[in-house]
């Protein structure tokens, strides 16, 4: 037993999962934790906003989660249009959700300019404990087994937090582009 008296399972050492049911109430609160920093509206290019245009905003309905899993389920062999397929983890503790990190299986055109092989967000209130770091770290493997040696990260030039992420992972800067940082990270030591 740990010090908190919660037994000391392989289920509470934050781990990669494929987004499940068992999680489900947990990444609704972290959605809407998304929601309420701005993520989402018609600024939002990404994944996310189409998660929330095809979902709709959760309700705490099981239809809402249905509709929010079958969303991330389809990414592998049906993705929106102008998206490549691509995988998402959620980084879980338990049946807590802390993250989400999307693993593109292959780069096109705009990807492999500004977008990148891999992108990820922290919610909001696990944020700053090393969560993306340790999720980078996780998928690299992943990203290997695919037959990508070398995976393509970018971020926002004012973007610390991930640069940070990216440099712990062993990025290597390209250039910028766009007002982003292209980075190379080895996807096997
Ligand atoms: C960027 C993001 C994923 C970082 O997640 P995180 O779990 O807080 O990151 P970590 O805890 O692993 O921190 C990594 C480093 O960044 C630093 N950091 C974290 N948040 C920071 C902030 N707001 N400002 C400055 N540095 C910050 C940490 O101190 C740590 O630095 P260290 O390695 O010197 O100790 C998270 O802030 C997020 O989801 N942001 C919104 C979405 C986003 O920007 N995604 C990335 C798109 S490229």
New binding site residues.
Partial sequence: MRETGRPLTVDTVPALTLPTARVGPSYTEGVRE?LA?G?GGPDDHSLFRNLIREAGRPDDTPAWLERALAFERRLITDPPADFVPSTTYWWTEGDTY??RINLRHRLNEQLSDIG?HI??????T???????????AAVLPLAADLGIDKAL????TE??????????NGGVLEDERGG?LRFWVPTAP
Avoid: Q
């Fill in positions: 998304f920093e993520r802390l993250g990148g992108g990820y967000d922290v919610r909001p696990a944020r700053r404990r090393g969560h993306a770091t340790a999720m980078l990260i970018t971020c926002d973007n610390t937090a991930s640069r940070k992420v990216i440099e712990a982003r």
